[in-house]
């Protein structure tokens, strides 16, 4: 296989913006809609004092989006909206996942095969078209795979490595008839990396059957924060304890971030019987780390100290997630950095 001309940036390199997309649809979040709009507009806030921010979301909607960010005290200078209509809100996983070319000559959108995590959330048409239409309004070049992929389900160093799992990738409501080095090959192929290690499932009550980024994330290149949990008679002990033993054959240096403690939804009612709560779903920024945190305070803050503690040149900033997550997310998932053009440096440590 001929060495790919593309190589993934880490997340912690210079960024140019970071998109996400507008919560639109009132059957995802019913009799919610409105609030959700609200805490949207505090996440732009936040996100747009560190890099700019640009929004997906039909251009009928752009006036009433405008008119929640100037609510949340949004500098207008910090924001810009397109005109892509979409489904649902989890730009991680429906948005453009972002490549540099070895060469300096500047980005590509990679496009993946996007099927609402398997099927489970259909309509999911207009969420599969956000990449093309990224890559039409920046004039940016695109490389299409039919790899059922989410950005979600990977995790790169910048320095040619990739964690993802198994539950997600070799999952037959993904990609049947692929085999586990097909899959390896184009990953290797449009990301560039070298080498593509397996990590075995993800915590409990994730809808996207075990996405990386809820449970083990890289803050330099060959050292990860593990979320742990130290309840044994919780299901997500084992599930992280497998993990961390798989971790044992990469050889990078592996920091625990406890969990926070259970969320559920009151009254029993909600398709989800626990909400996937994890403070390892932060976005990396410039001069940032965004990090969901969940109205519990001891936990919250041993989470924050230990994320400055691996980000001590960024300030580190936490968000109540808690709306966020009620719908099967939190911050990391609903967002997608773009990094700059040519050869991003590191901003922060």
């Known amino acids: 296989m001929k060495p790919s001309p593309w190589r993934f940036p880490a997340e912690w390199e210079e960024q140019e913006a970071v998109w996400i997309s507008w919560p639109l649809n009132p059957a995802t979040w019913p009799g919610r809609l409105r609030h959700l709009q609200a805490r949207f507009g505090e996440l732009a806030a936040l996100i747009s004092r560190h890099v700019p921010v640009r929004i997906n979301a039909a251009g009928a909607a752009h006036a009433s989006i405008r008119k929640c960010l100037h609510h949340a005290r949004v500098d207008p200078a910090g924001v810009e909206l397109f005109d892509h209509p979409t489904n649902d809100v989890w730009c991680r996983d429906h948005g453009p996942i972002f490549v540099n070319a070895r060469d300096g000559s500047g980005l590509t959108v990679t496009d993946w095969t996007y099927n609402a995590w398997g099927g489970k959330f ?16 920046l004039a940016l070049p695109r490389e299409t795979s039919r790899l059922v992929l989410e950005g979600g389900g990977i995790e790169g160093n910048g320095a040619g490595l990739l964690l993802t799992t198994e539950a997600v990738l070799l999952n037959p409501n993904r990609n ?9 090959n184009e990953l290797r192929r449009l990301l560039g990396v070298e080498r593509v290690f397996w990590l075995a499932r993800g915590i409990e009550g994730d809808d996207t059957d075990g996405h990386v980024d809820d449970f083990c994330r890289f803050h330099a290149p060959d050292k990860v924060l593990l979320a742990v949990e130290s309840h044994p008679e919780d299901p997500n002990h084992a599930i992280l304890e497998e993990n961390r033993e798989r971790l044992r054959d990469l050889r990078v240096e592996v920091r625990d971030l406890p969990m926070p403690d259970r969320l559920e939804v009151a009254g029993g009612d909600w398709r989800l019987d626990r909400l996937p709560a994890s403070y390892a779903n932060f976005l990396i920024t410039n001069g940032a780390v965004i990090v969901p945190v969940f109205g519990q305070p001891v936990n919250d803050d041993r989470a924050l100290g230990i994320l400055r503690e691996c980000f001590p040149g960024r300030v580190i900033e936490g968000i109540d997630a808690r709306d966020f997550v009620y719908e099967g997310g939190a911050v990391h998932c609903l967002t997608q950095q773009q990094p700059v053009s040519g050869h991003p440096k590191e901003t922060g440590s």
């Not at 049947?176 to 390896?184: C, F």
Request: aromatic share 8%; no cysteine; net charge negative.
């Open 122 to 137: 259909p309509p999911w048409d207009l969420d599969d078209a956000v990449p093309a239409r990224v890559a039409e309004s």
């Open 176 to 184: 049947p008839g692929w085999t586990r080095e097909e899959i390896e």
